[in-house]
């Protein structure tokens, strides 16, 4: 794999993500995804279940460019509740790994105000990379 994770010396480890990601070839931007169903329709208005959704999204339109969810190198988390967020981190990091597998690209988490779509509690972009 032509991807490099990025970990200053000395600096204590990052769990659950990279501090930064190098990597070389054909690149792939999503959207924001959010946790509807291809439908535009939401089955679910649990934060875990939206998470879980946004993610299948993302690995649906990698899986569309030919990327897999190894191929990410960024991905920025937009989410109406931070509280939310921390309220159960296992249960994240194991939806994580199911959907996306052992593999922890750079990442950002943002907590807004509102999205778009009234009933949306997450909001994801991916950046992915798949090599020369």
């Known amino acids: 794999m032509s991807h490099e994770f990025l970990h200053p010396r000395g ?8 501090n930064g990601v190098s990597a070389r070839g054909r690149t792939i931007y999503t959207g924001g995804m959010i946790g509807w ?4 329709e939401f089955e679910t ?5 939206q998470v879980e ?7 649906a339109v990698l899986h569309e460019g030919g990327a897999k969810p190894e191929h990410i190198v960024r991905l920025t988390w937009f989410v109406t509740s931070k509280d939310e967020y921390l309220a159960d ?11 996306i597998g052992k593999h ?4 950002a988490l943002v907590q807004v105000v509102a999205l778009v779509e009234d009933r949306a509690k997450v909001e994801i972009e991916a950046t992915a990379v798949i090599p020369d």
């Open 37 to 40: 169903n291809g439908d535009c």
């Open 89 to 99: 981190l296992r249960g994240l990091g194991r939806i994580y790994k199911e959907v």
């Open 45 to 49: 208005d649990d934060f875990l279940g």
């Open 11 to 18: 600096w204590k480890p990052a769990i659950g993500y990279s």
């Open 104 to 107: 922890y690209p750079a990442m």
């Open 53 to 59: 959704q946004a993610l299948r999204n993302i690995v």
